[in-house]
């Protein structure tokens, strides 16, 4: 009995990642993956706006990804794809605004710090 290679070069993929007839794409897999960009490209704005837009990328794309989980056959692979590049985006955005947030406040509390420190100096004692 002969083993041929035949299926061996065969993509894992049903037409190359075309939609089989009947499929549909993900739904908002193509929001999770702009929110997930934006995120990390505003992450910088004081934290808070990658802080929302990543939370609100990672809900979006556990949803989509719990579909495509339920019927795989149902969703188009291109659109999972772009999700769970969304999603990936979404950790690395949130991440990256989170240490932003904390550096900001961090600076803002060691500045009152210092501005109390030497606001309760006696500068007029000093004689130049």
Do not use: H
Request: proline share 6%; charged share 5%.
């Amino acid at each position: 009995m002969e083993i041929s290679n035949e299926n061996m070069n065969q993509p894992a993929v049903p037409n190359n990642g075309q939609p089989i007839s009947g499929q549909q794409p993900l739904p908002n897999a193509t929001g999770v993956l702009v929110m997930g960009i934006i995120s990390i490209a505003v992450c910088w704005c004081t934290g808070i706006p990658g802080i929302v837009l990543g939370i609100i990328s990672l809900v979006l794309g556990g949803k989509a990804k719990k579909m495509y989980n339920a019927n795989p056959s149902q969703y188009t692979l291109n659109s999972y794809k772009n999700m769970k590049a969304g999603y990936t985006c979404a950790i690395i955005g949130l991440s990256l605004s989170a240490v932003y947030l904390f550096i900001i406040v961090y600076l803002l509390i060691i500045g009152v710090a210092l501005s109390t420190a030497f606001s309760s100096i006696p500068w007029d004692r000093f004689n130049y």
